[in-house]
T-cell receptor, first 117, second 113 residues
């Protein structure tokens, strides 16, 4: 297992276009998280899944954003009708909650950097 | 709502010296966890150290240690014998029962040769 993988690493898109990012978590991890990180800020929570169920969504996740985790494996994050304010690093992370203490940390991916021009 | 504050946007340290990064947080909960993550340029975030709020003993991981002051809601990171590879953004993070993190704005650490 090579850790959490995110694709693409970089994406440049024109305003108004739709984009989709993919995250492949560590295979045995049951939880998957999406965070957004803008320049000079710490990551902000967007949403998380336990297996295939999306359990929580931040109010930052407008109706233009949708995330899925079919079959509890990989996840996709789609942004429709992109705006310049969507430019950010989108981070995915995964964790195992079964049989691990709550204080166990996440494993992060390297992120997808989105630039909307 | 919980908040995490890192008041040092940037810090510098000479190689082999010791540096302390500050973090304060605010919460009304009694059971939570605190973390320091390292984010090298263009690379993934890596867990450096974690502290359970119910433990009085400060966590230590090799050259990294924390000073956890629960009453003051302070959680600083000390890096001893700094190395060039320690240069990165460091984020302080809080987590409670929901498993989601609240991150600070980060401190950029520069290590001078």
């Amino acid at each position: 297992d090579t850790g959490v993988s995110q694709n693409p690493r970089h994406k440049i898109t024109k305003r108004g276009q739709n984009v989709t990012f993919r995250c492949d978590p560590i295979s045995e991890h049951n939880r998957l998280y999406w965070y957004r990180q803008t320049l000079g800020q710490g990551p902000e929570f967007l949403t998380y899944f336990q297996n295939e169920a999306q359990l929580e969504k931040s109010r930052l996740l407008s109706d233009r954003f949708s995330a899925e985790r079919p079959k509890g494996s990989f996840s996709t994050l789609e942004i429709q009708r992109t705006e310049q304010g969507d430019s950010a690093m989108y981070l995915c992370a995964s964790s195992l909650t079964i049989g691990t203490p709550m204080g166990y940390g996440y494993t992060f991916g390297s992120g997808t950097r989105l630039t909307v021009v | 709502a919980q908040t995490v504050t890192q008041s040092q946007p940037e810090m510098s340290v000479q190689e082999a010296e010791t540096v302390t990064l500050s973090c304060t947080y605010d919460t009304s909960e009694s059971d939570y966890y605190l973390f320091w993550y390292k984010q090298p340029p263009s690379r993934q975030m890596i867990l450096v150290i974690r502290q359970e709020a119910y433990k009085q003993q400060n966590a230590t991981e090799n050259r990294f240690s924390v000073n956890f002051q629960k009453a003051a809601k302070s959680f600083s990171l000390k890096i001893s014998d700094s190395q060039l590879g320690d240069a990165a953004m460091y984020f302080c993070a809080y987590r409670s029962g929901t498993y989601k993190y609240i991150f600070g704005t980060g401190t950029r650490l520069k290590v001078l040769a």
